[in-house]
C-alpha cells in the first residue's frame, strides 16, 4: 500500500499535495496540520465562535483537493479537525455541494477531554496540580490508530480528527489494509516509524536541511513530499513523485528519524513504545530509500494530554540602529528602555537581533553594519503589554541617535503543559457526513 | 575542525525540551564525535541557554548522536519571550564546536 503525505505542519504549501494526490497513485493521503499549541489556538477560535476551531487553511485545502479526489481510489486522512471536527466535516460537505462532488466523510471525536480532568490531575512539567493553572482553554488527549478503524471500515473517502498523534494517522490504515492485530507490537513499531519520517512532509525531502555549498538540494522551488510503499510487515520504500524537486537520501532520513525523538530506544505513540536504535536505512536508488529494523518494547498504559492555558501577554517593539557604532547604540537605547520599565514584567528581554536574538549570546564577536533592538516584556496587564513597543517608538526622540523603522505588537500567549489520562477515560465516537447528488445525509 | 565539516545537525522541540542530532558525514568518524562531544562539553558551549540536564544517545546503525537537552526553550516553546522558540536555529551553535 502506499500512503503519502500532503502538508507537514498547519501552515504548509498546498502544491506538493495536489500533485501527490494527481500523479502520486496513492492509497492514502495524510494531510497532519497540528502542532503542540495549534489545537488550543484553535480551541480558543471555537470559543469564539461554535462553527470554527477547525484548521484556517480547511476550505482552501479542500477547495484545491476535493476535485482531484473525485474518481480516485485515494482517501484522505487529516487532524485538520484539530477543536472541531464536526464543523470541519460540514464545511468540506458544504464545499463539495457547491462543487457537485459526491463525498462521504467520517468525523472521529473523543480526544476533547477537558470535561473529564479534575484540578487534581499532575502536570508533568511543572510538577503542580492543573488546578494551579488559570484560565483553562482546552485538554486534548493523543488518541491513537484504534480510534481510526471505524471510520478506516466505512466507505467514506475523507477521514477527518482532532488531536490524533502524527504517527498514528499512518499506523492506522496499515493497520486496516493489513490486517494487523493492535497486539502484532513490532509491526506496529516498524510502522509508526513510517508514519513519524513522514509526518513532517518537506523535512525528508531535503526542506529544513539545505545548505548551499555543504548540503545541496536541488529543486527547493518545487519540493516534493514523500510517499511509503509499505509492506505487510511495516517495511517501506521511500521515494517522492518523478519529476518534483528536493532530494531523498540517507541523510534527509537520517535528519528525519531524530526530530523530536526523546529517546530512540523509546519512543512513545499511542499505540507503541518503539526501539529506533537499530534502524536500518538502505539506498535503492536515486530517491528510493528503504527502511527496516525497528521493533517494539512495550505498550504504553496512558494517554498523553494536551493542555492549554492562558499564559498572558507579551508586549513587543523594535527599532533599527545602523552605520558607524550601531552595536553601541542599540545596546544603550536596550539599556534605556530596561530602566524604564523593565520592573514591570514578569519576564523581560532585550534582544539585538543579528548579534545575540537566536541563541541569547554571542558566539562570535562581530561588527554588524545594521542591528535591530527587539524588546520583549511578559505581564497580565494589557495596559503594560502595550507600553513595550509605546516605549519603543518612544526611542526616536527619547533614545539614541539614528533610530528607525519602529514597530510594535502585543500577542496573546496560550501556554502548553501535559497530564496523562487513562485510556479507558476516553470515549471515542464515529460520525459520517455525506455529500451525495447534491443532497446531505 | 569545526564539528560542521564532520557532521550536520538537526533540532526538534518537546515542551521546554531541545533535541539535537548530531550525524556524521562519514561513519568512520563516529568515535570521534563519540570522543569529543561529550555531555559536560555540550553543557560548557551551550551554558546560559540550557539550563537543565543533558542525556546523550549514540545512535551506531546511523552513525548519529542524540542530546537531549532539558529546560532548554526559555520557559518553552509556547512561553519563551525569545526570537527563536523553538530553538530550530540551535543546531547550527553546535556546529561552530571546534574538534
Request: some cysteine; glycine content about 10%.
Amino acid at each position: 500500500m502506499r500512503i503519502g503525505v500532503g502538508t507537514g505542519f498547519a501552515g504548509d504549501r498546498i502544491e506538493p499535495a495536489e500533485i501527490l494526490l494527481e500523479k502520486g497513485n496513492l492509497d492514502y493521503l495524510v494531510l497532519e496540520c497540528l502542532a503542540e499549541r495549534t489545537i488550543a489556538l484553535a480551541q480558543k477560535r471555537k470559543l469564539a465562535n461554535n462553527n470554527l476551531g477547525y484548521d484556517p487553511l480547511l476550505e482552501k485545502r479542500m477547495r484545491s483537493l476535493l476535485p482531484k479526489l473525485a474518481n480516485k481510489k485515494t482517501r484522505i486522512i487529516s487532524n485538520m479537525g484539530a477543536a472541531n471536527p464536526i464543523a470541519g466535516a460540514e464545511k468540506i460537505i458544504s464545499i463539495a455541494q457547491e462543487l457537485n462532488i459526491n463525498v462521504k466523510v467520517a468525523i472521529v471525536t473523543g480526544d476533547d477531554v477537558l470535561s473529564k480532568l479534575t484540578d487534581n490531575y499532575d502536570i508533568w512539567e511543572s510538577g503542580k496540580k492543573l488546578g494551579d493553572y488559570e484560565e483553562i482553554l482546552s485538554a486534548n488527549a493523543y488518541i491513537g490508530a484504534k480510534a481510526l478503524l471505524d471510520a478506516l471500515k466505512s466507505d467514506a473517502q475523507i477521514i477527518i480528527t482532532g488531536r490524533v498523534a502524527d504517527p498514528s494517522l499512518f499506523v492506522a490504515p496499515m493497520i486496516h489494509e493489513f490486517g494487523w492485530s493492535l497486539d502484532e507490537l513490532d509491526k506496529i513499531a516498524q510502522g509508526t516509524v513510517v508514519g513519524h519520517l513522514l509526518e513532517c512532509a518537506g523535512q525528508l525531502t531535503g526542506g529544513y536541511f539545505a545548505d548551499p555549498g555543504i548540503k545541496d538540494i536541488e529543486g527547493m522551488a518545487t519540493l516534493g513530499f514523500p510517499f511509503a510503499d509499505i509492506d505487510s510487515d511495516g517495511t517501506a520504500i521511500f521515494s517522492k513523485v518523478e519529476g518534483t524537486g528536493g532530494e531523498l537520501s540517507l541523510a534527509t532520513m537520517k535528519e528525519q528519524l531524530l526530530y523530536e525523538v526523546l529517546n530512540p530506544h523509546a519512543y512513545y505513540t499511542p499505540d507503541i513504545i518503539a526501539d529506533f536504535s537499530k534502524v536500518k536505512f538502505e539506498y535503492l536508488k536515486k530517491d528510493h530509500i528503504k527502511v527496516s529494523g525497528v521493533s517494539a518494547v512495550g505498550k504504553p498504559e496512558t494517554l498523553k494530554v494536551s493542555i492549554g492555558y492562558n499564559a498572558g501577554l507579551i508586549g513587543e517593539g523594535e527599532i533599527t540602529y545602523a552605520g558607524p557604532n550601531a552595536v553601541p547604540r542599540a545596546k544603550l537605547a536596550g539599556e534605556i528602555i530596561r530602566t524604564r520599565i523593565g520592573h514591570l514584567y514578569s519576564d523581560f528581554r532585550v534582544d539585538l537581533i543579528g548579534l545575540n536574538s537566536a541563541h541569547r549570546k554571542e558566539f562570535r564577536d562581530t561588527d554588524p553594519y545594521e542591528i535591530r533592538l527587539r524588546i520583549a516584556g511578559k505581564t497580565n496587564n494589557p495596559n503594560y503589554a502595550s507600553l513595550v513597543g509605546e516605549e519603543v517608538e518612544a526611542l526616536y526622540t527619547n533614545g539614541p541617535a539614528g533610530g528607525g523603522g519602529a514597530r510594535k505588537n502585543v500577542v496573546e500567549l496560550v501556554g502548553i503543559v501535559s497530564t496523562f489520562i487513562d485510556e479507558q477515560e476516553v470515549v471515542l465516537n464515529t460520525l459520517f457526513k455525506e455529500c451525495n447528488s447534491n443532497e446531505t445525509v | 575542525m569545526k564539528l560542521y565539516n564532520l557532521a550536520h545537525c538537526r533540532t526538534g522541540d518537546k515542551g521546554n525540551s531541545l533535541t539535537m542530532s548530531v550525524i556524521a558525514y562519514k561513519q568512520e568518524d563516529l568515535p570521534l564525535l563519540v570522543e569529543k562531544l561529550t555531555v559536560d562539553v555540550l553543557k560548557q558551549h551551550l551554558e546560559g541557554i540550557v539550563l537543565g540536564k543533558i542525556e546523550r544517545y549514540v545512535l551506531e546503525s546511523i552513525g548519529a548522536i542524540q542530546f537531549i537537552c532539558h529546560q532548554a526553550l526559555d520557559t518553552g516553546v509556547t512561553t519563551s519571550l525569545t526570537m527563536d522558540t523553538h530553538g530550530k536555529s540551535l543546531s547550527y551553535s553546535l556546529l561552530e564546536l571546534e574538534v
